[in-house]
């Protein structure tokens, strides 16, 4: 019996549950697997499966081309800088690209580009969509549509900041909440910017943000 893999692994899923490798749209939890497992146990899993597998593999290959297809498209604006997955050479926007997977079967693709806009929850949604086959569930989908907060550590902060006691009337205002910094209020000084704030207005905006509200310097930066 051929082995086609190097890997010996994947030649035991060729021979034993080819499914595994070829046909991976139709698990959708553990237990679809675990009852294919037992499925091919109890029947001969070198002749049927083989042979689904043979009658599958050009639906599969249109629907892996398919996925790929609506991965590309569901990114808006493209940038002049582009990556194909798995690409040995420059490909252009919106081009295609020659590759190999691992598992020895060479493909034509979309080039997917890099974008730096807010598409990569999209492109989250539009795979898991195809991949499952249906749409995504609601609370799944309010889940990837949240928005990823960064914010500088306990650390960075100790690092970047100095915490006092304003002797008197600040020259400028807070720039968050526009009100003076008065005498014997606590304040929170940037640094490298020098800029202050009231101490809950600063710390509450850095629990969401890097930057210093009025300059924009990250403060992770010294």
């Known amino acids: 019996m051929s082995r086609p893999y190097s890997i010996g692994l994947l030649n035991d899923l060729h021979e034993h549950f080819p499914d595994l490798l070829y046909r991976p749209q139709r698990f959708q939890h553990v237990p679809d697997v675990l009852a294919y497992i037992i499925g091919v146990a109890n029947t001969n899993p070198y002749q049927q499966a083989r042979s689904t597998h ?13 996925i ?28 295609t690209s020659s590759y190999r997977s691992s598992f020895g ?14 598409s990569t ?31 500088p550590t306990e650390q960075q902060m100790e690092r970047a900041t100095t915490l006092t006691t304003s002797l008197r009337v600040q020259n400028d205002a807070c720039a968050i909440c ?12 940037l640094n490298y910017c020098m800029h202050s704030f009231h101490q809950d207005c600063i710390d509450t905006w850095l629990g969401r943000h890097v930057t210093c509200p009025t300059c924009r310097h990250d403060i992770r930066e010294l």
């Open 54 to 66: 043979a009658q599958d593999e050009k639906e599969e290959n249109e629907s892996v081309d398919a």
């Open 178 to 189: 526009q009100d003076m910094i008065e005498e014997g209020q606590t304040m929170r000084i």
């Open 121 to 151: 929850s999209s492109l989250l949604s539009t795979f898991i969509s195809g991949v499952m086959g249906e749409p995504i569930v609601p609370n799944l989908q309010s889940f990837l549509d949240q928005p990823v907060i960064i914010h």
């Open 68 to 95: 790929f297809r609506a991965l590309y498209n569901s990114v808006p604006n493209p940038p002049v800088r582009s990556v194909g997955i798995g690409a040995s050479q420059p490909v252009g926007i919106g081009g």
């Open 105 to 118: 079967t060479s493909r034509r693709m979309n080039v997917i580009p890099i974008s730096s806009n807010n």
